[in-house]
């Protein structure tokens, strides 16, 4: 009797245990009110399109941290906290000692007459005031050893301004401008010091000569192409100092329940940053990637519901990935459990514009195995995948694949919307993110309980596309064959990298470089970019200038084929 009593309790446990695996095996998959509670709130006015290293960011990443943990997730990131910090970029700022004033008059107020420019050369310079109009063109003019004096408008942006003043022997270089930019906006480098001045400024440092801003320009016009004396004589002192600017990947844990398999995690990720404002307009981000962000939460959501699976699983929401995969490579640097124990990495970026219910599902490759599981995990889905090899792109999967994790990359294609303002909630397909998450959920469900897919080496494609591409059709419009580094505020575009065997790396670009000008068109923005490349036909050539610690260059690049 009590034999038959212990055998009837022990596969009553058994049966309770493969219920509740049962259970944990099948997590209610996101619902489109959920996902789109989240975009609503990862786009809202306040989260000013959710820059890196920005109010708005952080904004997002107190709301991030604020939902996983109402999910009853860990913290996995520094210190037991849900942030895991990096810097964004290397900055500057004003130091103590940046002096502008007329020789034996009183000093202009850094910050409020005047400010340097974060790219400017630093240390003392002292010459002849000249006003040189535009500061386009110094043909005629005698500026050797002086300080031109220049307008902000006349058809040449601020950069070219300076490298005509370079080349013309200027000591320096003041813009009149009617707003004093930020150092962050003026951080290119330009061999010449040089900062702006208000109009009011110009006004109080020529007064002991009579002359004043409103006079200037009265005397260029009767004058044209000529250089105005003022006969005022200034010492400019640039001071800055190092000003790094941090932003944060928020992590999120939840600890597999198999005590043999707890020790190992899979990785699911999307970045939440994206361009914020530029130039005064605010870029929501709602696909790219809202839409990826809050397709995480809801996966975090529902694999909590159900108590966790029977490995880690890791929510991470990097941030500076529009500046060049900065938060993912940091956590690859810094993982929550080491990359020797992560069996896969999932990733999803722009899934919010599903187009003829088909969705990308890249990296299939990446592992044996991993094809079949994603085909199983389609299975019955009313989604077309289209499962493709290459586990390369630029997207934050890329880092984890090149440090040895298998991974999986769910997109939905770009669009007309690509880094505009124009890309808000209102036009992102809730519903299709759910049937995305449906699919996910029983991928990434299978990945964090059988046993471990065996890493695969996938040679890079020549069709993977670099930010440049910016939504056109594959196979159209001329294709310079940069990508951007876009983790300044400044004028001009500093590039991230060169694509092999493209016009740019033929013509010598590099890394770092900070293009100035394509052809007829001065390039300042990514938006600049994407107009001059229209204007072009695949096999062009085009004249580039572009900056090289601090040295202007040109060069002329045949343009080829979009991939």
Same mark, same amino acid.
Request: aromatic share 4%; hydrophobic share 45%; net charge neutral.
């Given at each position: 009797?009590?034999?038959?009593?212990?055998?009837?309790?022990?596969?009553?446990?058994?049966? #309770?245990?493969?219920?509740?695996?049962?259970?944990?095996?099948?997590?209610?998959?996101?619902?489109?009110?959920?996902?789109?509670?989240?975009?609503?709130?990862?786009?809202? /006015?306040? @989260?000013?399109?959710?820059?890196?290293?920005?109010?708005?960011?952080?904004?997002?990443?107190?709301?991030?941290?604020?939902?996983?943990?109402?999910?009853?997730?860990?913290?996995? %990131?520094?210190?037991?906290?849900?942030?895991?910090?990096?810097?964004?970029?290397?900055?500057?700022? *004003?130091? =103590?000692?940046?002096? !502008?004033?007329?020789?034996?008059?009183?000093? +202009?107020?850094?910050?409020?007459?005047?400010?340097?420019?974060?790219?400017?050369? $630093?240390?003392?310079?002292?010459?002849?005031?000249?006003?040189?109009?535009?500061?386009?063109?110094?043909?005629? @003019?005698?500026?050797?050893?002086?300080?031109?004096?220049? +307008?902000?408008?006349?058809?040449?942006?601020?950069?070219?301004?300076?490298?005509?003043?370079?080349?013309?022997?200027?000591?320096?270089?003041?813009?009149?401008?009617?707003?004093?930019?930020?150092?962050?906006?003026?951080?290119?480098?330009?061999?010449?010091?040089?900062?702006?001045?208000?109009?009011?400024?110009?006004?109080?440092?020529?007064?002991?000569?009579?002359?004043?801003? $409103?006079?200037?320009?009265?005397?260029?016009?009767?004058? =044209?192409?000529?250089? *105005?004396?003022?006969?005022?004589?200034?010492?400019?002192?640039?001071?800055?100092?190092?000003?790094?600017?941090?932003?944060?990947?928020?992590?999120?844990?939840?600890?597999?329940?198999?005590?043999? +398999?707890?020790?190992?995690?899979?990785?699911?990720?999307?970045?939440?940053?994206?361009?914020?404002?530029?130039?005064?307009?605010?870029?929501?981000?709602?696909?790219?990637?809202?839409?990826?962000?809050?397709? *995480?939460?809801?996966?975090?959501?529902?694999?909590?519901?159900?108590?966790?699976?029977?490995?880690? @699983?890791?929510?991470? !929401?990097?941030?500076?990935?529009?500046?060049? !995969?900065?938060?993912?490579?940091?956590?690859?640097?810094?993982?929550?459990?080491?990359?020797?124990? &992560?069996?896969? @990495?999932?990733?999803?970026?722009?899934?919010?514009?599903?187009?003829?219910?088909?969705?990308?599902?890249? %990296?299939?490759?990446?592992?044996?195995?991993?094809?079949?599981? *994603?085909?199983?995990?389609?299975?019955?889905? &009313?989604?077309?995948?289209?499962?493709?090899?290459?586990?390369?792109?630029?997207?934050?999967?890329?880092?984890?694949?090149?440090?040895?994790? /298998?991974?999986?990359?769910?997109?939905?294609?770009?669009?007309?919307?690509?880094?505009?303002?124009?890309? &808000?909630?209102?036009?992102?397909?809730? $519903?299709?993110?759910?049937?995305?998450?449906?699919?996910?959920?029983?991928?990434?469900?299978?990945?964090?309980? &059988? /046993?471990?897919?065996?890493?695969?080496?996938?040679?890079?494609?020549?069709?993977?596309?670099?930010?440049?591409?910016?939504?056109?059709?594959?196979?159209?419009?001329?294709?310079?064959?940069?990508?951007?580094? %876009?983790?300044?505020?400044?004028?001009?575009?500093? #590039?991230?990298?060169?694509?092999?065997?493209?016009?740019?790396?033929?013509?010598? !670009?590099?890394?770092?470089?900070?293009?100035?000008?394509?052809?007829?068109?001065?390039?300042?923005?990514?938006?600049?970019?994407?107009?001059?490349?229209?204007?072009?036909?695949?096999?062009?050539?085009?004249?580039?200038?572009?900056?090289?610690?601090?040295?202007?260059?040109?060069?002329?690049?045949?343009?080829?084929?979009?991939?």
């Amino acid at each position: 009797m009590r034999r038959s009593s212990s055998f009837a309790s022990l596969t009553l446990a058994l049966v #309770l245990l493969l219920a509740a695996r049962l259970a944990a095996a099948a997590p209610a998959p996101p619902t489109p009110e959920e996902l789109a509670r989240h975009v609503a709130a990862l786009t809202a /006015p306040e @989260m000013e399109g959710r820059g890196s290293a920005t109010e708005g960011g952080e904004r997002a990443a107190r709301y991030l941290e604020s939902a996983l943990a109402a999910m009853g997730l860990k913290p996995g %990131g520094d210190n037991r906290t849900w942030r895991q910090s990096f810097v964004v970029r290397k900055g500057v700022r *004003v130091a =103590p000692g940046a002096a !502008l004033a007329g020789v034996g008059g009183a000093p +202009l107020t850094v910050g409020q007459d005047w400010m340097p420019h974060g790219g400017s050369q $630093a240390g003392e310079v002292e010459g002849d005031v000249v006003f040189a109009g535009s500061g386009g063109d110094y043909t005629g @003019m005698d500026v050797r050893g002086k300080i031109a004096l220049v +307008l902000e408008d006349g058809g040449t942006s601020r950069l070219e301004k300076l490298i005509a003043a370079r080349h013309a022997g200027a000591a320096a270089v003041l813009v009149v401008a009617s707003a004093l930019p930020s150092v962050e906006r003026t951080a290119a480098p330009v061999a010449i010091h040089s900062a702006t001045v208000t109009s009011g400024a110009v006004d109080a440092l020529l007064a002991p000569s009579g002359w004043t801003h $409103a006079k200037l320009i009265q005397a260029r016009a009767a004058a =044209p192409g000529t250089a *105005v004396a003022t006969g005022v004589r200034a010492r400019l002192s640039v001071r800055l100092e190092a000003s790094d600017r941090l932003a944060d990947n928020v992590i999120g844990l939840l600890p597999g329940t198999d005590p043999a +398999l707890a020790g190992e995690a899979v990785v699911v990720g999307a970045h939440y940053d994206h361009l914020g404002r530029v130039n005064g307009a605010v870029y929501p981000g709602a696909d790219d990637n809202a839409s990826g962000t809050a397709t *995480v939460l809801g996966l975090a959501r529902a694999f909590a519901a159900t108590g966790g699976a029977p490995r880690t @699983m890791i929510f991470a !929401l990097f941030s500076g990935e529009e500046v060049g !995969l900065l938060g993912s490579g940091h956590y690859v640097g810094h993982p929550a459990v080491p990359l020797d124990r &992560t069996v896969a @990495m999932v990733n999803f970026d722009m899934v919010g514009r599903l187009h003829d219910n088909r969705v990308s599902v890249s %990296g299939i490759e990446s592992a044996a195995g991993l094809r079949a599981a *994603v085909a199983a995990a389609g299975a019955g889905s &009313t989604l077309k995948l289209d499962l493709r090899d290459s586990p390369h792109g630029p997207s934050d999967h890329a880092r984890f694949y090149t440090a040895g994790v /298998p991974v999986v990359f769910f997109n939905t294609g770009r669009h007309d919307d690509y880094h505009k303002p124009s890309d &808000t909630a209102d036009r992102i397909d809730t $519903a299709g993110m759910a049937r995305i998450g449906a699919v996910a959920v029983r991928l990434i469900d299978e990945l964090a309980a &059988t /046993p471990r897919l065996v890493y695969a080496q996938v040679a890079p494609s020549a069709g993977r596309r670099p930010p440049e591409a910016q939504g056109a059709q594959a196979g159209s419009g001329a294709f310079l064959g940069v990508a951007l580094d %876009g983790r300044g505020e400044s004028d001009g575009l500093r #590039l991230g990298s060169i694509v092999p065997n493209t016009g740019a790396a033929r013509a010598g !670009l590099r890394e770092g470089d900070v293009l100035v000008r394509i052809g007829d068109g001065t390039i300042d923005s990514f938006d600049d970019l994407r107009k001059a490349l229209a204007r072009q036909a695949p096999g062009d050539t085009v004249r580039v200038v572009f900056l090289r610690d601090g040295q202007d260059q040109t060069v002329s690049v045949t343009l080829g084929t979009r991939p």
